[in-house]
Each structure stands twice: as structure tokens, then as C-alpha cells.
């Protein structure tokens, strides 16, 4: 750190667990970036007072998590369109004093399937359990990247219909939601099956939302958690000869795409996930 020093972190509310500072710290060491990363514990209280200090400070980005995505959107210049159509923001990019919102949730979750699991989506039918925030940045990825189908399914069926039915529209995709009941023939069938739910997150690591056996021998299986790095659900699925894809590739690349646009330089990945793999032994 010396007198020329760029500023960024993250904000949220609790905070202190988060891996963030770790990832993004270690992409500057190894891009020789002159960047510092920090955790804030920002309150819906001083969100405002946050907001404005960026400015004073001119601190060039921040990611922000729960419970902030939403409110902070009031709070800021220009809102990306992805961000605007997913309704949450996770990044922000200060541009010369003009704050600009993003989300890189999607996006990240998208790159990291098809690096790591499913090279290509384009036609591909997706089951997608679980309509919360998390489902719906990622069905929006998803559908630009052109799936033959898309089906959402979840616990209370009519958060799946709402969500379905507020991103349809796209580009001939079939998106549809259905009831759970009829969620083992889904699996069946389907090429990538994706859980957006918390079920299996840790300490309930003996949770399945749905059963590994249920999926069709070499689909992808997909969590977005990644504590455990390996949930119920992926470990039952590899039993069944699926392709597992755990959650922690989302949290790396939803970071990598923060930094390209703070940096306008490709983020070291494998650094970032080495980094953040220490710091959860
Ligand atoms: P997030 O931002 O992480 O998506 P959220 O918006 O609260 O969080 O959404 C949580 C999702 O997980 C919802 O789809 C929720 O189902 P409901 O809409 O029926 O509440 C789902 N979920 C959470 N706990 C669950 C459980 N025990 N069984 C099934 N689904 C569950």
C-alpha cells in the first residue's frame, strides 16, 4: 500500500465470514494491481452514509451482499440492464464518480458451469429447483445462452409460475414451471439439473432437495452451495454416473467478473480459487 493505492471491498450485513477480501487481495498480488480489498459491516442504517463515502473516498468498487442487493439500487447512478432485469445488484463500479450497478451472480454461475461442467448450454434442457433471488440471476444467465428449455420448480409452486413467467419472452426457449410432483420425471430427463435452494448447506449436509439417483446417467448435477464443497445432492448424483458441479466456481467467477470490470484485466482465476481454498481448511 502506498499513497496510490486503489480502494475497494465489500459490503453486507453479517460480514465477517466472508472470503471475498481473501479472493479479490490475492487477484491483485498477482496482476501486481496497486489495490487494497476490505470487509465492511454495513447496516441498512448506514448503507446511505456508505454510498456517500465511496464517492468522498473514491473508492473504485465494491461488491455487496445480503442484505443490501436490493436497496442499494436507489442508492446509485446507473443500473446495467442485467442487473435491472434480475433486480439486485452485487457490484458496483465506480466511474469517475458515476456509480454503476451490476450483477455478476449469473454471469459468474454461468461461466463457471460451462469451465467446469457443461462446455456448451445451447439447447440443453435445465431443471432449475428452487425460485428465490439466487434461481432467478441465473435462470437470466441461463437464458442467454440459449437452452432448449428451461423448467423451474419449487416448494411453493406459484413463486416458480411468477418467476417463469416474468423472464419468458426470450428467443424461442421453452420456460415453464412446474410442481414438484412431477419432479422425478423432470430429472429424468433433463441434461443439467441445477439446486438454488439452501437444502443440503451446511449443518445440514445429510439433506437432499432432490434425489442423486433421480438424474439421468451423464447429466450435470449443480449446487450453488459450497459449504460443503460437495453436497448430498452432487455426491449422489456422481454415484449415478452424473458430472457434479459445485457452488464454489459460481463465488470465484462472480468475483473475477467484478474485477475485469474494476480492472479491465482478465482475472487470475486459479490464483482467486487457490486462495479461497486455503482459507476454507
Ligand atoms: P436465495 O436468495 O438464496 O435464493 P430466497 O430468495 O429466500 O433465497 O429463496 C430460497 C429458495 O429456497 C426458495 O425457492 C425456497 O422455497 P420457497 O419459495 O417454497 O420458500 C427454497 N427453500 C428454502 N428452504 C427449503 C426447503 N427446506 N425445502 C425446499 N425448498 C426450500
Redesign the pocket.
Known sequence: MDSHTVLYGVIGDPIRHSKSPIMMNRAFLETGINGAYAAFHITEDTLGDFIRGVRAMGIRGVNVTIPHKLRVMDLLDEIHEGARAIGAVNTIVNDNGRLIGYNTDGIGYVRSLKEEAAPSIEGKHIVVV??????RGIVYALLQEKPGRITIT???VA?AEELAASLAGGGGIRLEASSSDSLEELCGEADIVIN????GMFPQVDQS?VPGHWLKRGAVASDLIYNPLKTKFLRDAELQGCIAHGGLGMFIYQGAYAFEYWTGQPAPVAAMREGVLAALQ
Open positions: 428452487g425460485a428465490g433471488g439466487a434461481s419449487n416448494r411453493t413463486r438454488t435452494t439452501s437444502v432437495p
